[in-house]
């Protein structure tokens, strides 16, 4: 287990060293600063608070727009702490191996096994926090500036944060069949294919079409990084009432479906099961 | 005495291609082999199945008495593999530092530094990697590999990248390292430096032993040429001994000697004639 934490020791500090990895504070910024002028001209746009609907019934503006916003914010959250997950993973086996990095780690007396492990609690642990600091952040502008902030709070953070571990189990597979580039483009695409599929589902929940229904629900189960973050999106939305939550619901991110009370242990097996599987494939690959 | 590394019978096919075939042998404890043979010829997957990073397809292979590839095998194991690359980011100390906790190394600090010393880069320590020449590397290499006192020093091109004095600093490591009694397995392409640092040499050629022997059993002295008036003639069974009596014979028969010379061939001279076909 020692073996472990010293691989994730590295990777975490792999992520602070490296020059490549600099993108991520500059991008970071960049998104918050953007986020918060679109926090500012939307709220600044409202006004007041609440507008009336048909037959009389309220819109609370301020949670349709800061549900929305925050929603938005999610995407971009997913994005580029998947991104930062595949760019610390996608080379780990072969890629490594090819340069010449891994031998003399594997070399000690050291478990396959315990690379593996090591690799991904270190990225894990890096892009939840990233996840988590973006998450919150967009929150806290949404909260200080337009004073709405999401109910619950913390739940759709955390689906969130359990969506980019998935992405990061997919990458070390991917790791270990395909060199780093390929695997890093493979993972880019596999990442666009579930937010698809879950695009469609939606889609086939307002045209009523079971067959683009199904299409979604086998996406969702066969890439469950895309159904935690539709749960998590779930989550937002979850708090409003009355025509408000309809007229959300509406709004580009308000389709989007809980996953069900399974959802969380289909993750966790999913996760195991990507890992086993990666193991399986280094221990026996010729270095 | 006890034996560091030995193969018995060992084969490795990739597909259909036969990277070593039959190989058997044995370094013995605080023995230096050198490991000869063209590119291609089977010397690095031969070391890498005994680091564990290849599997042999038959045969069994043991480092230090336990089964290559085994948590116990790699404890005794220290590796330079050819081509290598370490973390840019790091700096030569933290390497080292990392190294000596996945070895499960206690030499902290005295360690490192006795290490960096050894290869000439005790005042770069904090160095990053990625600010250091391809040598410098090389050299760091070779300290990372002597981290946790191994048994077996398993070192592929070790002086591929390095210029004369740097390869002479090798050389002068490599005595050290003997002197502790620590076996090493080395491989590379630089024949006078195996002639000069190794006990042993084992030639490999499409994936089989060729020759095997001490750099002087293999470099033996073969025949004697004598100069005269009519040209070279060469004696080839003849030895050292037989010299005075040679001379006295072709003196007597009306030659003049302009010169005597025992033919010794070099090791490199050994090994383009056993591996020639392959050297082409």
Known sequence: MKAVWTIARHTIRECVRRRVFLVTPVATIGFLGLYAIGNHFAFSHIGGGTTTGFAGSLVDQRALAGSTLVGLGMFMTLFLASSLGIFLTFSTIRGDAEQGVLQPLVVRPVARWGVV????????????????FLYLGTVLITWVIGSWAPSPLLLPGIAMTAAVEVVIALSLLGSTMLTALPNGIAMFMLYGAGLLGGLLGQLGKVLSSPSLETTGRITSWALPYEALYQAGLNYLTAGATGLTRVVVRLGPLGGATSGGPLLGLWAVIYVVGVGLGCIALFGRRDL | MTIAFSTHHVVKRYGNTTALDDVTLQVDEGELLGLLGPNGAGKST????????VRATSGTVEVCGSPAGSFAARSTIG???ELFRFPPWLEAAELLQLHQELAGSQGGATERKELLTLVGLGDVGERRVD????????RLGIAQALIGSPRLLVLDEPTSAL????????????????????SVILNSHLLSEVELVCDRVVIISNGRIVAEGTPQDLAAQRGVEIETEQGTRVFPDADREQVPQLVAELVAAGRSIYGVRARKPTLEDVYIETVGEQVR
């Open chain 1, 117 to 132: 492990v090591g690799r991904f609690v270190g990225a894990s642990v890096i892009c939840a926090a990233y996840a988590a």
């Open chain 2, 163 to 182: 210029d004369p004095a740097g390869r002479r600093a090798v050389r002068v490591i490599l005595e050290e390292v003997k002197q502790r009694g620590i």
């Open chain 2, 79 to 81: 590796y330079l593999a």
């Open chain 2, 46 to 53: 031969l070391v890498k199945i005994g680091c564990g990073l």
């Open chain 2, 131 to 138: 600010a250091m020449s391809k040598g410098m590397q090389q």
